[in-house]
């Protein structure tokens, strides 16, 4: 196996600066799916997509659900892609060839299939469901984040996948630390 490079961040939390002068992306957390040399991409965990509801999507789909059909959220998960579903989930779920294993917590599958195993209650533990993803190309989240856009933290399942989209952003910062009331718009530099 080989071991993840160091100088990038998959499975990492991007935490949004009270700075970012991107309205889609305040007080955004993205979960990392896949960072290098090449560019990232990842999905916001924390901005619900209210108006949709998963069984209404699986009615769209015509994926039939079980009688227990289990609570999958809907989010925004970029502004790449918007008519694209991507399922991020705990790990012990694979669909051969089709999903991304991020690292040992974490794997994401954008194939119907997941969507279909979830209808019928042999799906992943715990998942949500983003229609579309966050993106940058060669070297511009780098960019961003030494330009104070981004905080950059460990993924926690229980964060990802909880249910108070509200209180992720400060749940985030306070995982590593900081306390969201100190944090400032203007960036410094020393």
Same mark, same amino acid.
């Not at 957390?29 to 999905?43: D, P, Q, T, Y």
């Not at 790990?91 to 991304?100: C, D, K």
């Not at 190309?137 to 399942?157: F, H, K, M, S, Y």
């Given at each position: ?27 955004? +957390? ?15 965990? $924390? ?36 008519? /694209? ?9 694979? +669909? ?6 991020? $690292? ?9 299939? +997941? ?10 533990? /715990? ?20 330009? $104070?856009?981004?905080? +950059? ?35 410094? /530099?020393?």
């Amino acid at each position: 196996m080989i071991a993840a490079d160091p100088r990038f961040l998959d499975g990492q939390l991007l935490i949004a600066m009270p700075g970012m002068g991107d309205k889609r992306f305040q007080r955004a +957390v993205i979960f990392l799916c896949a960072h290098s040399a090449e560019g990232a991409m990842g999905l916001i965990v $924390n901005k619900p997509a209210p108006e949709l509801k998963f069984s209404d999507l699986l009615k769209q789909l015509k994926i039939k659900a079980g009688a227990d059909l289990p609570e999958t959220r809907v989010h925004f998960g970029g502004p790449v892609e918007h008519g /694209r579903g991507f399922v991020l989930h705990t790990a012990e779920y694979a +669909v051969t060839g089709a999903s991304l294993k991020v $690292n040992a917590d974490f794997s994401m599958t954008a194939t119907v299939d +997941v969507l279909q195993d979830i209808a019928k209650g042999a799906g992943p533990a /715990r998942s949500i469901l983003a229609l579309g993803y966050s993106g940058w190309g060669p070297g511009q989240l780098e960019g961003e984040i030494q330009a $104070n856009g981004w905080l +950059v933290a460990p993924a926690d399942q229980d964060l990802v996948f909880g249910s108070r989209d509200a209180e992720k952003w400060e749940g985030a910062l306070r995982s590593i630390a900081i306390d969201p009331r100190l944090l400032s718009a203007e960036g410094g /530099r020393a």
